[in-house]
């Protein structure tokens, strides 16, 4: 029987590690199953996925243009992280060392959002591109091939949508979906006119759904009421818009409840959520997004220092939010939530490593979470997230042979090979420029 020729073979993995499982996300004991395939090869035509077995068999069937042998080596899909703060001006690492040291007043999540807002207000639209687009390619290669992308760092409208039409703007392998983020904190100028600010965030919705397929509110004690975010919520729906929700972080505000009752794709943060709002968001269907990366900078696990003496940490309990989501029924995904103050990381493997190390989870756990319910949260878990065939070909070679050795170890870049819409985007852990720059998303 004649051969047919695809695109790219990818051949002789250790494992080939598919992390398949429904659409809607995996969930309960389910989590603890990840399939592998030793020896396991991949055909790959057009940037989709024609077909996964046995090196020996995709050999025997298919002719390629292109052949990677991976060599014994790890194939994963691609990360997901859908929750990142993209585009911002300046930086915060001043004020992190006041958190760590005590010197100087303590850091609180408004002011130092607030700082960050003004060095983008000032910041030139070509600066704020460039950033971006060094931080994509950071991303991608730490295997990173889609990502969520927030605004919030405009706090006025026009600075709103000006940070969306940027996102737009964006040419890269990482695939960048945006989110509108109107209510982020309250800005200085309306500390008197919350009203008014929540009528502007509604005015402007109608141009924000032109741009983003999501808008997002914080609800939270430090941020916007329920009510506050569910006005901007329902307009949002009303236009066409999927939600998102930055959800009691600081306190129970609500958050997880509101996300349910909007039938929000993900609720974020969720740090003191009850079990009451965990149980509506399974029934919702909406993800819980866990954001290790945050707690680990902003040290909640571990004792600070005051006055020269020793608090006891802020939030000891984190380690239990995973196990109460996941026995509440919930869809549990990751994410970096990649910003200038609370996470400024752009790696998604420093986020499974830590959520295996702070949140006690399994290997297979981190990894469902990171690829196929990770793209649930972003509405994409039937067109990614998973090795599975007719699914956009998001690939990776590591540079290990097991998928627990990827969380084992940390610290250090462990992607060799990244591959994007079925094309080759990065090797030995760097990305190729010409690949990248002339990237053009499929339809």
């Known amino acids: 029987m004649a051969k047919r020729n695809v695109d790219l073979l990818l051949l002789n993995s250790g494992e080939l590690l598919t992390c398949a499982g429904p659409a809607e996300g995996i969930r309960g004991a389910a989590l603890e199953r990840v399939e592998r395939l030793e020896g396991g090869a991949v055909a790959i035509d057009a940037g989709r996925i024609v077909a996964i077995g046995p090196s020996e068999q ?96 405009g706090l006025r409208m026009d600075d709103e949508l000006r940070l969306l039409r940027l996102t737009a703007t964006l040419r890269h392998a990482v695939d960048v979906v945006p989110t509108f983020l109107p209510l982020h904190v309250l800005p200085d100028e309306y500390a008197a006119r919350r009203g008014d600010y929540i009528g502007e965030a509604i005015a402007a919705l109608p141009q924000a759904a032109r741009l983003a397929r999501y808008c997002d509110v914080s609800c939270d004690p430090s941020c916007f009421t329920a009510d506050e975010c569910a006005a901007v919520g329902e307009a949002a729906l009303g236009l066409g818009m999927r939600i998102r929700v930055h959800a009691d972080q600081t306190g129970d505000a609500g958050g997880a409840a509101l996300a349910a009752r909007l039938h929000a794709s993900a609720a974020d943060h969720l740090d003191y959520a009850n079990d009451e709002g965990l149980r509506a968001m399974a029934a919702a269907g909406t993800v819980a997004t866990l954001l290790p990366g945050v707690t680990l900078h902003l040290c909640e696990m571990t004792p600070r220092l005051r006055n020269g003496s020793l608090e006891a940490p802020s939030k000891p309990f984190l380690p239990q939010l995973a196990r109460r989501a996941i026995d509440a029924g919930v869809v549990v995904a990751l994410s970096t939530d990649y910003n200038p103050g609370s996470c400024p990381t752009q790696s ?3 986020v499974m490593q830590l959520a295996a190390r702070l949140f006690r989870l399994s290997y297979a756990a981190v990894w469902n979470m990171c690829t196929l319910n990770a793209a649930r949260a972003l509405d994409l878990s039937h067109d990614r997230g998973s090795i599975e065939l007719g699914k956009r070909a998001d690939l990776l070679v590591w540079t290990v ?35 990248v720059r002339s990237f053009v998303q499929p339809a």
């Open 401 to 435: 042979p097991a998928h627990g050795l990827a969380i084992n170890r940390f610290g250090v870049n462990q992607v060799d090979t990244v591959i994007a819409a079925g094309r080759v985007v990065a090797r030995d852990g760097r990305i190729i420029d010409s690949a």
């Open 348 to 350: 998604m493997q420093i």
């Open 58 to 153: 995709i050999e025997r069937q298919f002719d390629a243009t292109e052949r990677i042998d991976a060599g014994g080596r790890l194939v994963s899909p691609g990360l997901v992280d859908p929750h990142s703060h993209l585009l911002y001006g300046g930086t915060r690492h001043e004020e992190y060392e006041s958190l760590l040291t005590s010197r100087g007043a303590p850091p609180t999540m408004e002011r130092g959002i607030q700082s960050t807002v003004r060095r983008t207000r000032d910041a030139d639209d070509a600066a704020l591109q460039a950033q971006a687009q060094a931080d994509l390619d950071l991303m991608l290669a730490h295997g990173t091939t889609t990502l969520e992308a927030k605004t919030g760092y």
